[in-house]
């Protein structure tokens, strides 16, 4: 994403300290970052420009899709469009170490899943797990309500979703920080060491459920 291509795409401003800082936050000025975020209105500006850092990606992606519906359900193009560049980057020939791991929460009701969600990532399993580059692990979501969405491109830009309310609602921010991505990275790996992976997750479910869902 180039600065005026982006700047089409979604506003940029900068994150800085309080204007009056305390004594305490000027001790700590030494510390302090000036972060700009790119702040993405809707869905086709988010899934747009998180769509080309995937694309642009050198060795390695981590995503999270916890949402209480598949992304079979949203329309815009663009997020088609960013779900088919993450596989197409995992599946390209290269002679790159690459890796993508995504982490798919699913929306459980009294220890079933829902049948919805469920289904498509029965689906997505067949899809991609012949793509060696790529993993999924399932995160067991019992919350009625969408988490908060996160794309990890390399070590460098952390792309923040926040959707809920009306199903095609969504709009996020992105930042550029290596140690901003530090803290996500960390976190979303101490999620992934404790999941299981989404063949396992299937396996399981059908043989305790019989095969249904709620």
């Known amino acids: 994403m180039g600065g005026s ?31 700009a975020a790119h702040w993405y209105r809707n869905n086709r500006e988010f899934y747009e420009a998180a769509g080309e850092r995937a694309r642009q990606a ?11 519906y598949p992304p079979t359900q949203y329309t815009t ?12 980057w995992a599946g ?10 995504r982490i798919i929460g699913v ?7 829902d049948a919805d969600m469920f ?7 067949d899809d991609t797990r012949h793509i060696l580059t790529y993993e999924a692990s399932v995160l067991r979501w019992t919350a009625t309500a969408d988490g908060l969405n996160m794309a990890l ?27 901003f991505m530090t803290y996500f990275a960390a976190y979303f790996d101490q999620l992934w060491a404790a999941l299981t992976p989404l063949g396992t997750y299937l396996g399981d479910m059908e043989q305790n459920t019989g095969g249904t869902a709620a």
Do not use: C, M
């Not at 390209?92 to 791991?101: G, I």
């Not at 929306?107 to 899943?113: Q, Y």
């Not at 289904?119 to 399993?125: D, F, I, L, M, S």
């Open 5 to 35: 291509e982006q700047a089409d795409r979604g506003s940029r401003q900068r994150i800085t300290g309080p204007a009056h800082p305390t004594a305490a936050h000027q001790r700590s000025a030494g510390r302090r970052a000036v972060l």
């Open 153 to 179: 491109i390399d070590d460098s830009v952390v792309f923040l979703a926040f959707s809920g309310g009306p199903r095609q609602k969504l709009n996020g921010l992105s930042i550029e920080d290596p140690t």
């Open 77 to 88: 193009p663009a997020s088609a469009a960013y779900f088919k560049a993450i596989l197409d």
């Open 107 to 113: 929306p459980e009701r009294d220890g079933r899943p």
């Open 119 to 125: 289904a498509w990532a029965r689906q997505h399993y």
């Open 58 to 68: 050198r060795s390695e992606i981590r995503v999270t899709y916890t949402r209480r």
């Open 92 to 101: 390209e020939d290269s002679d790159d170490e690459r890796s993508v791991r």
